[in-house]
Every structure is written in C-alpha cells, then in structure tokens.
C-alpha cells in the first residue's frame, strides 16, 4: 500500500481559511515544494461553502474577518458578510497566496495512519488516492460536521429534507409549507431570511435563545478609508483583548452603575447591533458572574415581549436560563413571529417522536404537513469532523480512543502520541475571533517545525504530561464561567451521548498569545522532539 503513495512533504486537510493559511505558510515560510491540500468540496471555502443557507453570513465585522497581513484595499461593502461572500474572499486570498492550484477538490480523506518506520503518515481519500507525509495538517474547522437526532422515520419523508448546511443550490421556497428545526445560528437565520416567501413557515423550538439584532449595513466608502487609515490600530486593539473583534471591550461591571446608566449601555449596544458586541462591549462580567449575566437576559426577555405582539409566543420565546454559549445575533427573527405565516412550536417538554411520510409527529399525537423540513439542529463541532477520519498515531493509537474522555490537543494544535499532527482549531484552542486564532496557530505551527529542523530533528508532538495539563486549565478556567451552566457546542454537549467538555480555552486570545510567547521564548518545553 505504501509503495503506491505519493510522496509530498505535507497534507493539509481543508479548504478554508485555516486549510489556505497554512499551505501557504508551509511554502513559503518553510520553503516547502510538496503541499498538498485536500477538499471535499468542489472548490475552496470550508464552513462558507456549505453553509450557504439563506440569511447566512458571519457574527465578525468585515474589516476584521480577514488576516491581519491582507492589507489590500477593502472590497466589502456591508458591515458583516454573507456566505457567498465570504467564499469568494476565501477563494480569492488564495488565489493571491498562489495556493489554490495545490488543491484537489472532489476528495474526502478517510484515513491517516502514522508510521514509526519511516516517521511518516500515510494519509487515502474515498476516491482511493494516498500520499505520504512528512507533515499532517488537519483543518477541519470548527462547525463542519453537521449534527441531526435520529428522528424514527427520518428516510421516509416525501417531501425535500436537508440539514441546514446542505441547503440545495437553487431551492426555491416560494410558497411552500416550510419546518424549520432548530433556533439557534442558523435556524434563527433561516427563519428571519426566509418568512417573507414562504406559504407557512413553522418553527420548532428546542430551546429558547437569547438574540440580539446583527443590525448589518452598508458601509460607506469614506467609513472604509476611515477604518483603513487606522488598520494598524484596530489589528492592534484585536491581538491586544479577549475575543479579537476589533473594538475594545468593556472595563465596567454590570453591577457597579445603577439600572437606569445599564440599561442605556444595553439599549446603545442593541442598536449597534452584533452578538459579541453585546456581550462583551457592554460590561466586562456577563460572562463570569451569574448576577451580572441576569441583568442582559432580563434585558433581552423584555425586548422579546416588545417586539413578539403575541404575548403566548413572547412567552416561549424568552430564554429562561443563562445568558451564554456563542452570542447570537441576526436580523427579523422575533419579528418574524408576528407574520400571519409563522408560527412556534415548543418541542422542549413535547418533542418530535417520528417524521412522517408528509411531514412530523410530536410525542402528544399532534401532526404537521410540510413540503420541505430544514434540519438547523447544529453540529457534532470541533472534534467532531475527526471522527469520520481513522487517524492512527504511535503505536496504533487511535485519536478517538485518545479522546475518549474528552477532546483535547495542546494549545489546540498538538496531541501526544501523534507526531507531526497538526490540528488547527483543534479542541483547546482559544474562543475568538476565528482567523486572528488560525493565524496565531499556523505561526505557532512553522515555529515547531523550525524548531525541530534547528535541532536536527524529524518529529515534534505534545508532550503527554503538559497535554493533560492544558487539558486541565482549560476545563478550569471554563467552569469559572457563565459558559459552563448553558448547554452548547462550545460545551460538547449539545450532540447525544457527548460528554460535557469545553472545547475552548475560554481566557482570551490575549492569554493564548501570551501562553505561546512563553512557550517559544522558553525553547517549547511542553514538546517532544524526537530524531
């Protein structure tokens, strides 16, 4: 099998912005002439080109959901990117990277199996091809692996059905009788997008939300020379705060000004618009103390009942726990339920029993017809793509059996007992804004290997004892956060049969940065470098 592999010095799994970040980084910082990338897709994108659902776009505003080094002049013109969008900037930056030629799209790799022999992992594809490498980079993101309960009769629906990030190019939802299963990013994104269009349009409530309005707009051509005047700054003011959105984040408490001063700070911020901005722009405690977290879900449950004119379905539509996971935001959701056309059903104490021939059956016997069912339930995330990969380390472990008691790599890109494994975005890594994190990663990732060619090495990989520890920071500092009491991806724990594990380390990129400073100026004693 070996001798029909393809020899190259590295395989990248993933076509998006971490996949193109770190092939191009190998070339050129690494010199590297063999670097393969590998897509399932038809083309480049990663979670932008399959969430290509209408309403989808990102929570990032779009002059920092970029790399920090891409200092052309700015072709956005709205505050936050739709999904089309977003995959042709990916496309586009790595066409400028020269990257997009390395590629093979088409190709899912099933296994990457390492061997000690020859310190080098034999990575095959569905399609039956197979490389030999020196270097494994898995960039599989973080909400690529679309999660659906197994409903009974799930197959015998015969209308259209689809998970929310397999929405069929071109389905037209016009005068249709539409399902929307699902309230969370997607779900609330669909629902907000989609009611003007359809003939019926039926929500199924799992759980209440906390939703902000995204508030998106255009953006002005002088606004853009503004904010590109002062680049510098605001990429400073990114590598510099917790969550590297690109605004400072507020100093105060919740609980220092008196109700009437937060309650202006909220209303300001709602209007502003944006989830992050909400959460992190109004005061410095939502996410850590429960009392100050109360006071911006009291706020959120009185902007549902003004906004939903039925006071029924206002009801069902307040949160009634904590205010946490990923901030959401999106434009017309609430608004949504005071259309003729759509209405709400709560499935928390009666839930989905069967799909049916036409439609769904709740657990009390009550039926619904519907033409299409949009699967929004959300994904098995981050370690969750890992698992539709036999990756085989040292001495036949396998990464899942490695990861059975939780999902876990150093710094979130290195796991013991996997050498030359190189997981971007991987369990561990920080909560943050997305491509300033995979820069910082993939930097992080050259440095290893430099590392280990200056010490006339073949192989880095975590250290066990380190990895454990890390481990161990991770889940503490999570657990001393609002975060740990809600249930979400971001806690592992919104998939069946999951165990409850963060799988981020929630203390800021300002923290991470500073962790992999420490590591780099002390020569990485948390690695093994082996020959």
Request: hydrophobic share 35%.
């Amino acid at each position: 099998m070996a001798s029909s592999a393809k020899e190259v010095d590295a395989v990248v799994v993933g076509g998006g912005f971490g996949g193109i970040r770190v092939v191009s980084l190998l070339q050129t910082k690494l010199h590297l002439q063999k670097v393969v990338g590998v897509e399932k897709g038809s083309s480049l994108g990663g979670t932008w080109y399959w969430n290509q659902y209408p309403g989808a776009q990102t929570d990032t505003e779009s002059w920092v959901y970029r790399f920090s080094d891409d200092r052309d002049p700015p072709t956005y013109n709205t505050r936050y990117l739709k999904a089309p969008a977003l995959q042709e900037q990916i496309v586009d930056t790595a066409k400028k990277t020269k990257v997009f030629d390395d590629y093979i799209f088409e190709n899912e790799v099933v296994s990457a199996h390492y061997n000690s022999n020859n310190k080098r992992w034999l990575i095959a594809t569905n399609t039956g091809l197979k490389f030999s490498a020196t270097y494994f980079v898995t960039a599989l993101g973080i909400l690529t692996n679309p999660y659906i309960p197994d409903f009974p009769g799930l197959d015998t629906f015969k209308g259209i059905s689809f998970h929310s990030a397999r929405w069929p190019k071109g389905l037209d939802v016009t005068g249709k009788r539409v399902a929307v299963i699902g309230t969370g990013p997607s779900g609330s994104q669909i629902t907000g997008t989609i009611h003007h269009e359809v003939k019926q349009l039926t929500v199924f409530q799992q759980r209440a939300q906390y939703i902000v309005p995204v508030n998106d707009r255009p953006v002005t051509k002088e606004e853009k020379e503004e904010i590109y005047k002062h680049y510098d700054d605001i990429w400073g003011t990114v590598f510099s705060s917790l969550f590297a959105m690109g605004f400072t984040e507020s100093q105060k408490s919740a609980l220092e000004v008196s109700e009437a001063e937060r309650n202006e700070v909220y209303e300001r911020i709602w209007n502003k618009g944006g989830g992050f901005r909400f959460f992190f722009e109004t005061f410095n405690d939502l996410g850590t103390n429960v009392d100050a977290n109360e006071t911006a879900a009291a706020f959120v449950r009185g902007k549902i009942a003004q906004i939903v004119k039925d006071p029924e379905t206002a009801k069902l539509l307040q949160p009634k726990g904590h205010y946490g996971g990923r901030p959401l935001c999106t434009q017309g959701y609430y608004e949504a339920f005071n259309e003729p056309n759509v209405s709400l059903v709560d499935i928390a104490n009666n839930p989905i029993a069967r799909i049916t021939p036409t439609g769904l059956e709740l657990r009390d016997g009550k039926a619904f017809e519907f033409d299409i069912i949009v699967y929004a339930t959300g994904f098995d995330g981050v370690d969750g793509a890992y698992h539709n990969i036999d990756i085989v380390g040292r001495n036949g472990v396998k990464l899942t059996d490695a990861w059975r008691d939780g999902a876990n790599a150093l710094y979130g890109v290195s796991v013991s007992e996997f050498p030359n494994l190189f997981t971007v975005t991987g369990p561990g890594g920080p909560f943050a804004n997305m491509l300033p994190s995979i820069e910082l990663q993939g930097d992080f990732i050259i440095k290893l290997i430099e590392e280990t060619n200056k010490r006339g090495d073949k192989t880095v990989e975590a250290d066990a004892k380190a990895q454990t520890e890390w481990a161990k920071t991770v889940q503490a500092i999570s657990k001393a956060t609002v975060f740990d009491k809600v249930k979400s991806w971001i806690q592992n724990d919104n998939v069946e049969g999951k165990k409850k594990y963060s799988a981020f380390f929630l203390a800021g990129l300002n923290n991470y940065i500073a962790k992999l400073v420490q590591e780099t100026d002390t020569k990485y004693p948390s690695f093994v470098f082996a020959k």
